[in-house]
């Protein structure tokens, strides 16, 4: 089993800045990546950030230049700095870790979500 928890968002004035972080236990054999997902009411998820097992990131167009994701030497912690954040960035926000079997496999596990909100 893998648990993934989120922690970290809450209310921002435009702006302003947060850090989430995500943690990850478990199984885990090696983590193959861990990104962050968001989702606004009446939007579909999408992908914000990801980090790979190289270290190497990729982010949405949206928030380029103002997040920044990183993650622990164990791999099994990421931190999503959100600067300059926008009132378009209000929604929750889900970790993912994409955990590797000793198969190879690899598994997708997802947080619960946890809400950041930006508002005057």
């Known amino acids: 089993q893998v648990q993934v928890v989120e922690s970290g968002g809450g209310l921002v004035q435009p702006g302003g800045s947060l850090r989430l972080s995500c943690a990850a236990w478990g199984s885990i054999f090696s983590m193959s990546a861990m990104a962050w997902h968001r989702q606004a009411p009446g939007n579909q998820r999408e992908l914000v950030a990801l980090?790979?097992?190289?270290?190497?990131?990729d982010y949405v167009d949206s928030v380029k230049g103002r997040f920044i994701i990183t993650g622990d030497n164990a791999k099994t912690t990421s931190y999503l700095q959100m600067n300059d954040l926008k009132p378009e960035d209000t929604a929750v926000y889900y970790c993912?870790?994409?955990?590797?079997?000793?198969?190879?496999?690899?598994?997708?596990?997802w947080g619960h979500g946890i809400q950041v909100t930006v508002s005057s």
């Open positions: 993912r870790a994409d955990v590797r079997s000793r198969t190879g496999m690899v598994f997708s596990h």
């Open positions: 980090i790979a097992e190289d270290e190497s990131a």
